[in-house]
């Protein structure tokens, strides 16, 4: 009895350390909780935001929420998350609106980079720069997450840069494992592949296309045509799928898309 006793209360206290003491960047956080940090820029991301302004900032903001039973010993699946410009949209105005309880209820890791404050232009530059200087809190904070599998979401103007930045992501040596695109209406991707001259192991990379069938913004066949494009390519895995309205993100696509990437793990 004694023995049992013993055991269960290394197991608590295993149990306890893994959840005690959570810092991302500094800021302490808990299972299920969302925080912001300050975290900076290094001179490779500095140089990505100076086509954005030429006062480019010294720190990024970043957001992330972990699940409940987060363990930062084991390894947790981490979705980044793009927006558009459109409405002056942040990406971490997304993450909160679209992806976050789907990813928790997952079990995944959610994560946006965006700057402090909006830059004069909102440009490819300035989002990669931000997005990189959150994963590398992430990395800083978590050590083992520098193996972790990254999937990227982005809803309308957020897929189309979702898609641009994947290959830069991809040769920044992150283990990406999905990329989850709704409301699309242009074909990116493909583009940003031979732009990148990167090798065919990337078109491995599965990719779930979400549409409204009531979208008039991005139209269910625009959409199945970017799905085509995408799979004339070279993608082998692109799956194309419908639900019943608009401009939207379809929070059971997104758990289906997460579920989908996780399967391939």
Partial sequence: MRTAIAALSVIYALASDAAADLHFAGVP???????????????????????????????????????????ARKTWPVLVVFSTSDSNRLN???????YRNAALSQGWVILAGDGRDRP???????RAAMTLAALDALYNSFPSSRDWPIALAGFSGGAKRASVLMPVMYLKRCRICGLYL?????DVLSVA???S?????????????????????????????????????????VRFETF??????????????????????
């Fill in 244 to 265: 019943t309205g608009g401009h939207a993100v379809k929070n059971d696509h997104t758990v289906e898309a997460l579920r989908w990437f996780q399967q391939g793990l």
């Fill in 92 to 98: 971490r105005d997304d993450l909160v609106q679209f």
């Fill in 197 to 237: 001259r990167i090798g065919a192991d990337f078109r491995k990379i599965p990719i779930f296309i979400s549409s409204g069938i009531n979208d008039t913004i991005a139209p269910t066949e625009i959409a199945r045509k970017v799905a085509a494009e995408i799979r004339q390519a070279g993608f082998r895995s």
């Fill in 29 to 71: 956080i808990k299972p299920g909780m969302t925080v912001r940090a300050e975290v900076p820029l290094n001179a490779s991301e500095k140089s990505y935001a100076s086509d954005a302004t030429r006062n480019v900032p010294d720190t990024a903001a970043a957001v992330i929420a972990i699940p409940q039973n987060f363990d």
């Fill in 120 to 126: 004069p232009n909102d440009t490819h530059g300035w």
């Fill in 182 to 186: 709704s409301g699309v209406n242009q």
């Fill in 193 to 195: 592949y031979r732009k």
